[in-house]
């Protein structure tokens, strides 16, 4: 597997720590949280234009999107035999 497909593949990872972290830890900037929500918060803007979790009835599926958006990711390049 090439570097980029394992970067992929953690940055999935933090990203699903950060969800389960919100759910145990609510402000972004307490440890261990402000680490992972500062490496995801940049990622979760573009989502949050077009998906407001305002107007899903305060229920925020970017990480979700993200989530399964850099896991297809990471299997296309995979799958693509480039060395990535």
Do not use: C
């Amino acid at each position: 597997m090439g570097f980029l497909v394992v970067a992929l593949m953690g940055l999935s990872y933090v990203v699903l720590a950060d969800a389960i972290l919100s759910w145990i830890v609510r402000d972004p900037n307490q440890f261990p949280r402000s680490i992972t929500h500062a490496i995801t918060a940049p990622l979760h803007k573009p989502i949050h234009a077009i998906l407001n979790p305002e107007k899903t009835g305060g229920i925020d599926f970017s990480p979700m999107l993200l989530f399964f958006g850099l896991q297809a990711l990471a299997n296309l390049l995979a799958q693509s035999g480039l060395p990535f």
